[in-house]
């Protein structure tokens, strides 16, 4: 990504997309059981799929995520 020229802080942003998209996460089963861990691969692999942080409204979309994920606890 970044010899794509994005700047370091959007290449540590999509990374971040990729961890829980592939990543079996132990504190993910502990606040959202098995389904909570399945949602956020989901939703992740999704935004992955449609472009990550650099397709338009990719930001604004890890940032909904994210506030979501707040809101589930």
Aim: no cysteine; glycine share 14%; proline share 3%.
């Amino acid at each position: 990504m970044r010899h794509a020229g994005a700047s370091e802080e959007m290449a540590l942003l999509e990374s971040l997309r990729h961890l829980p998209a592939a990543n079996a996460d132990t504190n993910l089963i502990s606040r959202g059981g098995p389904a909570g861990l399945e949602y956020v691969r989901q939703r992740a692999g999704r935004l992955l799929a449609e472009g990550g942080v650099l397709a338009a409204g990719g930001l604004e979309q890890l940032t909904a995520f994210d506030e979501n994920l707040i809101v589930r606890g």
